[in-house]
């Protein structure tokens, strides 16, 4: 994966919580086992309103959503983070993003950017105001400014683990790998009595 | 002295192999699949060259796809079954445990795992299925991961994550006896909110807990999720060491003592420090359905839609307009007056022979209304002929319910299980998102026995509400 350090676009402002990844992708998209193709899935229902924020044509070019707090809960579906990513959005700003949904976000390259809900409220207003406010998250030294929100370089909540992976790119399978002795190690303490599968169970 | 741990603290100790200021790495003792969130990443490890490093701590099944009407069941679409096909070919290729659809082992994931003896106390256990919190009951750390996890676990058995912050949540009282350990998950969703357990790890404490079966374990620990919580758990105690005593796969022997040695030590030491500590008074407490479209919106069945000024939060007042518009709701109406359209009893939540048992109790010798369409799914194959051998399926199909084979079905409506557009379900599932149960379905969260009443009269109620059986007639 590319390094992603700085991000810098227009936004989709969804002033509603509690956005479950049932909206941001409906589980019969789920069924599909490729990795690319769920642009169109992207809020699905949601869409089928016209006036629904995404639908707005002066925003075609925005790459970041602004949402309500505990955007991402429920499912676990990745599917949803791809359903973003093939869509073009680059960040999730939200005063809280669920955790496992925050986890699968910088697996594609998004960034999940927590703020305090007052700043997110003023980031929201500036956007819902005016469609072309750009809004620029240095992800390397994890701020967010948007100067038409009044918000200059507010420091913003980032999981180490993702920020880690997110500002260099790395593919975290590839760095675990390195600790293969100290696996090693540990598989060969495992307590005697821990359960085995096998297909001749099956 | 060591200083007093958390039970969460001494799983994720023991399980820990390396820890930066990145995240801890953590070893995984059972990695479980549907078939909807890891062909990508089969795929993924098979496009980079890399194996499988513990086939033998892996196992799967299908579950969110299955059909679940009668035999020789067809699948609802080509894509669905290519999925299916998908999981029978990497399964084989990679010599993973595998329970494909109507086989006889089949079910959902979370029931298996459990009813296998392969969950149990002090593992840590994933799947790439938010409500694998289910397996915590028996006092593991389980938690639901990403496709890109499930690779990164497939690849090398660990996951590097930020550790998470520990919760106590202990039940103070006594809940009405109707009470079930569902309402008591409805309870702690209402009391925290849909995102008051982000980023922790919540112990459930106390003796109402500690009270509860297995099975209601495991519907309490399963909702955690819906509270935004990692996952949850319970210490493992009689109880839990009684349910897996000669499990296929709880150890055997010598390896049995050993075991059950090591398991008492798995308790929160006295004086140990929870990062949060919630006491949740359930006394009175009883049967709980939901009103909205996020399970924190449930009100005591026989009660009222909360009027909006009643909400502390324009926030939590804006979700609640928004959701009675979904829901073709008004606020204050009683929520006796929801027209129930389709009764649906099964899923990881409640889908377990205790879950049908306790249902059938509800039904015997009552009809479902005419109004209603209730259906029933057994959460596994095998908890499907436990049930036909007892004979509850009797109950149930006398009662006007279809008995149906196992699968997630209408709790996710992947499957062709739907509720029709418009309509209102009481639902013994977990989530009441939008359209979580089809396009347009408008769920309400109950419990099994609450679920079984609702069929009978119509409308929502307890068992409580049910007139006498006439124990004569039909004699």
């Not at chain 1, 399978?173 to 696996?183: P, Q, R």
């Not at chain 2, 149990?120 to 694998?132: A, E, K, N």
């Not at chain 2, 009441?432 to 929502?460: C, D, K, M, Y």
Request: hydrophobic residues 35%; charged residues 25%.
């Amino acid at each position: 994966m590319e390094p992603v350090s700085i991000i810098k676009g227009s936004a989709y402002p969804i002033r509603r919580s509690n956005i479950d990844t049932d909206q941001i992708l409906p589980a019969k998209w789920m069924k599909r086992v490729e990795r690319t193709g769920y642009e169109n899935g992207l809020f699905e229902i949601w869409r089928e309103d016209s006036s629904f924020i995404i639908n707005d044509p002066e925003r075609s070019q925005a790459s970041i959503i602004v949402a309500g707090e505990n955007f991402g809960c429920g499912s676990s579906r990745q599917h949803a983070v791809w359903a973003l990513r093939d869509f073009g959005i680059k960040a999730v700003i939200s005063s809280r993003i669920a955790d496992i949904h925050r986890g699968n976000l910088p697996q594609e390259g998004i960034v999940p950017v927590e703020l305090d809900q007052d700043v997110v409220e003023l980031i929201m207003a500036a956007t819902e105001a005016n469609p072309t406010v750009v809004i620029e998250i240095d992800v390397t030294n994890r701020t967010v400014t948007c100067e038409d929100a009044q918000v200059f370089a507010k420091p913003f909540r980032i999981d180490n683990a993702s920020h880690f992976n997110l500002i260099h790119g790395y593919d975290p399978i590839d760095i675990t790998l390195t600790f293969e002795k100290s696996i090693e190690k540990h598989e060969s303490s495992r307590d005697p009595w821990l359960p085995k599968c096998s297909p001749e169970f099956a | 002295m060591a200083s007093p741990r958390t039970l969460i603290d001494k799983i994720w100790e023991s399980r820990l192999i390396d820890s930066k200021p990145e995240g801890d790495l953590i070893y995984i003792d059972l990695h479980l699949f549907n078939e909807v969130t890891s062909p990508q990443a089969f795929e993924g490890l098979k496009l980079k060259g890399r194996e499988v490093r513990r086939p033998e701590l892996c196992m799967a099944t299908a579950d969110h796809d299955v059909p679940t009407g009668k035999p020789g069941l067809q699948v609802l679409d080509e894509i669905a079954d290519k999925q299916l096909r998908f999981q029978k070919t990497y399964c084989k290729e990679f010599g993973i445990e595998h329970y494909p659809m109507s086989s006889s082992g089949n079910g959902i994931i979370h029931v298996l795992g459990p009813e296998k003896g392969l969950t149990q106390p002090g593992m840590t256990i994933v799947c790439g299925d938010s409500h694998t919190a289910t397996h915590g009951a028996f006092g593991a750390i389980a938690f639901g991961i990403g496709t890109s996890q499930v690779e990164h676990v497939l690849a090398t058995q660990t996951l590097r994550l930020s550790r998470p912050k520990t919760m106590s949540v202990t039940f103070m009282g006594t809940p009405h006896p109707d009470a079930t350990a569902k309402d008591l998950a409805l309870a702690v969703i209402n009391t925290l909110g849909t995102d008051g357990g982000t980023g922790y790890l919540i112990e459930f404490r106390g003796d109402v807990v500690h009270n509860l079966s297995m099975e209601g374990r495991m519907t309490l620990c399963n909702m955690a999720i819906e509270a935004g919580a990692r996952s949850g758990l319970v210490a493992p105690d009689e109880t839990t060491f009684a349910y897996l005593k000669g499990k296929e796969r709880s150890p055997k022997g010598s390896l049995w003592d050993l075991a059950v040695d090591y398991w008492h030590s798995l308790a929160t030491d006295p004086g140990a420090q929870f990062e949060k500590e919630i006491e949740i008074d359930v006394t009175g407490l009883g049967p709980m359905v939901t009103w909205g479209v996020n399970p924190a919106q449930s009100v005591p069945v026989g009660s009222k839609i909360p009027s909006l000024e009643s909400f502390a939060t324009k926030s939590e007042r804006d979700a609640a307009v928004a959701a009675l518009s979904y829901m073709g709701l008004e606020p204050g109406i009683s929520v006796s007056d929801i027209p129930i359209h389709t009764v649906f009893i099964g899923s990881c939540t409640n889908g377990r022979l205790e879950d049908l048992q306790a249902a059938a109790r509800v039904l015997a010798g009552r009809k479902v209304s005419s109004s209603i369409r209730a259906l029933v799914v057994p959460g596994s194959a095998s908890i499907k002929r436990e049930a036909e051998r007892l004979g509850i399926d009797k109950v149930f199909s006398k009662a006007g319910f279809e008995w149906r084979s196992p699968g997630c079905s209408m709790c996710v409506g992947m499957n062709g299980d739907v509720v029709p557009p418009g309509k209102h379900s009481a639902s013994t599932s977990n989530r009441n998102f939008e359209g979580r149960q089809g396009p347009g379905a408008r769920t309400h969260l109950v419990s099994p026995e609450t679920a079984a009443a609702t069929a009978v009269l119509g409308r929502i109620a307890s068992p409580s509400d049910l007139p006498q059986v006439n124990k004569k007639k039909g004699k």
